[in-house]
């Protein structure tokens, strides 16, 4: 079974418009951490938000914000106002076990694509 | 800007042969991972290290080894390279703390085995 789902291989978002990616995850671990990364066309991988199994409120950083639904087991990306520059490839990542060990579990990617 | 240096940036090479990979860290940071993307098998962990020694082994082939050094800096070394290695070959680096999880990628060295 798939550890990280993300079930939308691309989107196509009017500019301005609020975007949520998604993604669902599959661990019995109580202590995980869920990850979103960008990667533009450039091939960079560019940290966007960290949300902790245990962590009580929806982490947010700037336009992003992570809707956390534990009891789903899913951890959603919302982009608020998209702009052009947010066009990219975005992955969601789990990491399990106690935190300073073991790799990052990489979902599939979903396709951004901001229309002006 | 991660912070984390990777080079070469273009690699370039034949079946048979052996290529490495280097890594350096963001200053502070003690553990380094190294991951592959590739179009058929996507972003996968292959290892990590922290403070020299290795930490967790993820889906790295016998022919691929790494080590880190005491200055921190990472090589990631691959042998007997075949089509199939061709891909973008990341390495992060974090604290290597819970509180400070967050792996920061470097801009990757991008193989290509002719």
């Known amino acids: 079974a798939q550890k990280i789902t993300q079930t939308q291989p691309g989107m196509f978002v009017q500019e301005k418009e609020a975007v949520t990616l998604d993604c669902t995850y599959d661990?019995?671990?109580?202590?995980?951490?869920l990850f979103w990364y960008k990667q533009p066309s450039s091939g960079e991988m560019i940290f966007l938000i960290y949300q902790g199994s245990y962590d009580q409120q929806n982490a947010t950083e700037g336009r992003y914000s992570l809707n956390f639904q534990k009891a789903r087991k899913s951890a959603n990306l919302v982009i608020s106002a998209s702009q052009l520059g947010d066009s990219a490839m975005y992955f969601c990542a789990m990491r399990e076990g106690e935190g300073g060990a073991d790799g990052l579990t990489f979902g599939k990617g979903t396709h951004l694509i901001i229309q002006p | 800007d991660s912070g984390v240096t990777q080079t070469p940036k273009h690699l370039i090479t034949a079946t048979g042969q052996r290529v490495t990979l280097r890594c350096s860290p963001r200053?502070?940071?003690?553990?380094v991972y190294w991951y592959q993307q590739s179009l058929d098998q996507g972003l996968q962990f292959l290892i990590q290290y922290y403070n020299g020694e290795e930490r967790a082994k993820g889906n790295i082939l016998e022919r691929f080894s790494a080590q880190q050094f005491p200055d921190l800096h990472s090589e990631l070394n691959l042998s007997s390279l075949e089509l199939g290695d061709s891909a973008l070959y990341f390495c992060a680096s974090s604290p290597g703390r819970i509180e400070e999880e967050t792996q920061y990628f470097g801009p990757g060295t991008r193989l290509l085995v002719l």
């Open positions: 661990t019995s671990d109580p202590s995980y951490g």
């Open positions: 200053s502070g940071d003690l553990s």
